[in-house]
């Protein structure tokens, strides 16, 4: 399998800052790499595929780059909505994998 | 708009099987050329793609779970279920269904549904 790595695994940020959360994978999935937002007790919602796509309706302060095996997340300006964990997926292969995730705290 | 529900036991002995079905609703589970996958996330932890299937009963499963996963799907209910055998306490988790995004191939996951909670104990 391919083992995703995300880090910080913490984050504390104020509303409005810019911040950046990095993905690793341990080969490389090409640009095959999505990003995640999760909230308690609820589903992960989609806000990123292949690497860059922004899924509809997700505010556009969200991006993503990167290729091979090193991807960013970015939030421009960090919103209240914002506070949540986010994780990263490769589906390079058929055996998809996730990272182990990036809680966004209130500072 | 796709609408996901996951149902079935909520409680499980320890080698005993458990049993979920997602019932889809909003869409077919044929249309499209989607496959339909089960993640799931311990208490606290993060997310394990299961398995998928494709609405003709092609199954891909996670290597770490093959001996133990049967995926299986009725197209006549718009359904689509799991059965994890010789289950531990290590099963404990909420499960998701989710759809593959894109069609075809392994994929990002777009709908899912709102997750149920399973626990093992005696």
């Known amino acids: 399998d391919i083992q995703m790595t995300q880090f910080p695994s913490t984050l504390s940020a104020s509303v409005g800052d810019r911040i950046t959360i990095t993905c690793r994978a341990s080969q490389s999935v090409s640009s095959w790499l999505a990003w995640y937002q999760q909230k308690p007790g609820r589903a992960p919602k989609l806000l990123i595929y292949?690497?860059?796509n922004l899924e509809s309706g997700v505010p556009s302060r969200f991006s993503g780059s990167g290729s091979g095996t090193q991807f960013t997340l970015t939030i421009s300006s960090l919103q209240p909505d914002d506070f949540a964990t986010y994780y990263c997926?490769?589906?390079?292969?058929?055996?998809?994998?996730f990272g182990q995730g990036t809680k966004v705290e209130i500072k | 708009q796709l609408q996901l529900q996951e149902s079935g036991s909520g409680l499980v002995k320890p080698s005993q099987t458990l049993s979920l079905t997602c019932a889809v609703s909003?869409?077919?589970?044929?249309?499209?050329?989607?496959?339909w996958s089960w993640i799931r996330q311990p208490p606290g932890k993060g997310l394990e793609w299961m398995g998928y299937i494709y609405p003709s009963g092609t199954t891909y499963y996670n290597p770490s779970l093959r001996s133990r996963l049967t995926l299986s799907v009725d197209r006549s209910k718009n359904q689509f279920s799991l059965s994890l055998s010789s289950v531990t306490a290590a099963d404990t988790a909420v499960y998701y269904c989710?759809?593959?995004?894109?069609?075809?191939?392994?994929?990002?996951?777009?709908?899912w549904g709102q997750g149920t909670l399973v626990s093992v104990s005696s």
């Open positions: 989710a759809r593959d995004g894109g069609g075809g191939g392994p994929n990002y996951f777009d709908y």
């Open positions: 292949k690497t860059s």
């Open positions: 997926q490769q589906y390079n292969t058929y055996s998809r994998t």
């Open positions: 909003g869409g077919s589970i044929t249309s499209g050329g989607y496959s």
